[in-house]
């Protein structure tokens, strides 16, 4: 079977250039495919893109649509920044994960889901200590899917049943936490069409208990012992 996906810098598609046709040194799509490779290579701030932007090779710069003397600034950057929407790109972002994951799910490839919830990180440095969010992970692409924020004097599992409704689950295998071991979400997962795989620990004393009987070793009968002579 053959897969299509389309190419990565398709996400940016969406976004309009707010620009003015004047003075423009580089296109839209340069900025932003010169900002993911930075990224790529680790770089961070707006600050260390530009000085990586500064020794790239000509030829690099070259099928960026950037001039071999010339590479992005800091403040260019920054202005860049300030523009996008998150939501805006993160929309997208999740509308081209969702395509490659249907290409992969229709393949065969990808079979399975991970649902989590994680804090964010060094939310709690900057004030949030309980900014959560509840993510689904392909176990094949090792990408999130969707995600979702869990709002104050809530948890996880209120949020479970939404993010479920967004993802494609026929055929797959769901696989989550013992939290999130739920009747109303094993109910969901199978009306999908999928599978799940939970954990099960002390938060749900009786379906322990039943679990452990079902798979216990049989004892042995008390049969009278064999007589060599």
Same mark, same amino acid.
């Given at each position: 079977?053959?897969?299509?996906i389309p190419p990565l810098v398709t996400i940016f598609d969406p976004i309009a250039d707010w620009r #003015?046709?004047?003075?423009?040194?580089? *296109? +839209?799509? /340069?900025?932003?495919? !010169?900002? =993911?490779? $930075?990224?790529?290579?680790?770089?961070?701030?707006?600050?260390?893109?530009?000085?990586?932007?500064?020794?790239?090779?000509?030829?690099?710069?070259?099928?960026?649509?950037?001039?071999?003397?010339?590479?992005?600034?800091?403040?260019?950057?920054?202005?860049?920044?300030?523009?996008?929407?998150?939501?805006?790109?993160?929309?997208?972002?999740?509308?081209?994960?969702?395509?490659?994951?249907?290409?992969?799910?229709?393949?065969?490839?990808?079979?399975?889901?991970?649902?989590?919830? #994680?804090?964010?990180?060094?939310?709690? *440095? +900057?004030? /949030?200590?309980?900014? !959560?969010? =509840?993510? $689904?992970?392909?176990?094949?692409?090792?990408?999130?899917?969707?995600?979702?924020?869990?709002?104050?004097?809530?948890?996880?599992?209120?949020?479970?049943?939404?993010?479920?409704?967004?993802?494609?689950?026929?055929?797959?295998?769901?696989?989550?936490?013992?939290?999130?071991?739920?009747?109303?979400?094993?109910?969901?997962?199978?009306?999908?069409?999928?599978?799940?795989?939970?954990?099960?620990?002390?938060?749900?004393?009786?379906?322990?208990?039943?679990?452990?009987?079902?798979?216990?070793?049989?004892q042995p009968r008390n049969e009278p012992p064999f007589l060599y002579f």
């Amino acid at each position: 079977m053959q897969i299509t996906i389309p190419p990565l810098v398709t996400i940016f598609d969406p976004i309009a250039d707010w620009r #003015k046709p004047r003075g423009k040194r580089y *296109s +839209l799509i /340069s900025l932003f495919n !010169f900002i =993911v490779l $930075a990224m790529l290579c680790g770089k961070t701030s707006a600050r260390g893109m530009a000085r990586w932007g500064k020794y790239m090779p000509a030829g690099r710069k070259s099928r960026l649509g950037i001039k071999p003397h010339h590479h992005p600034s800091a403040a260019m950057l920054c202005r860049v920044f300030w523009q996008i929407k998150p939501e805006a790109l993160e929309a997208s972002i999740q509308a081209w994960v969702h395509q490659v994951h249907q290409e992969l799910v229709a393949a065969g490839i990808a079979r399975g889901i991970a649902i989590d919830g #994680k804090s964010i990180r060094r939310a709690a *440095s +900057l004030g /949030s200590p309980n900014a !959560f969010l =509840v993510s $689904a992970v392909c176990h094949q692409l090792r990408i999130v899917l969707t995600q979702a924020a869990v709002e104050d004097k809530t948890n996880e599992i209120s949020c479970v049943p939404p993010l479920l409704e967004r993802l494609l689950l026929k055929g797959l295998v769901i696989t989550v936490d013992a939290l999130l071991t739920q009747r109303a979400i094993v109910r969901q997962i199978r009306q999908a069409g999928g599978h799940y795989l939970m954990y099960v620990k002390g938060n749900h004393p009786r379906l322990l208990w039943s679990l452990e009987a079902r798979f216990a070793q049989p004892q042995p009968r008390n049969e009278p012992p064999f007589l060599y002579f």
